[in-house]
């Protein structure tokens, strides 16, 4: 590590970033962004105190980027590849609310455009009903999941979120241990 910290870097020998992992990081600070709203409720009544609000992302997608610089230099890689970009997709994701990363991850595995049952979800989740009703309002409230207006208690992906996520690739990893891309449309 003391070697990776004294070495010196030729700027003009920065790793190259392809347009498509910028547009990722950008899409991955957008996403993380999303799910890093807040709700501001009271602790009592659970009444919202203010309008639910997401920060804009821009600062994030700057430090991914640098990131990514940092580890294409620390392995003496030319560009970031995709290699790389599943390390900042790993950050990204450790960066969200893990109770809401983990909703948002098993509805995209599991259903991605379909509703599911408050109960499948629970099940998936591994979260109590009571729990995951709470944090499913709030990411409807931020328009990350959607109610289904025909059926109580049964939730999907809102469609922008679903268009934030398909290029991201951010459960890819996941999918392949499974085996699975269930639901998804490519």
Request: charged share 35%; with cysteine.
């Amino acid at each position: 590590t003391r070697k990776a910290l004294s070495k010196e870097v030729d700027p003009d020998k920065l790793p190259k970033v392809a347009d498509k992992f910028y547009d990722r990081f950008l899409g991955l600070a957008q996403w993380v962004a999303a799910m890093r709203g807040v709700v501001g409720r009271d602790k009592y009544t659970r009444e919202i105190q203010y309008k639910p609000t997401s920060e804009i992302g821009t600062r994030l997608a700057k430090q991914f980027c640098k990131l990514a610089m940092g580890i294409a230099i620390y392995h003496r890689k030319s560009t970031i590849d995709e290699d790389v970009y599943q390390m900042i997709v790993k950050v990204a994701k450790d960066t969200a609310p893990d109770r809401v990363e983990e909703v948002v991850k098993q509805m995209y595995m599991k259903t991605s455009e379909t509703f599911a049952s408050t109960n499948d979800i629970s099940e998936w989740t591994k979260f109590p009903t009571g729990t995951l009703v709470n944090v499913l309002d709030d990411l409807r409230m931020l328009s990350i999941v959607r109610k289904d207006p025909s059926r109580r208690g049964y939730w999907a992906l809102s469609k922008a979120m679903l268009r934030k996520m398909k290029p991201l690739k951010l459960y890819e990893k996941e999918e392949a241990w499974t085996g699975k891309k269930k639901g998804r449309k490519e």
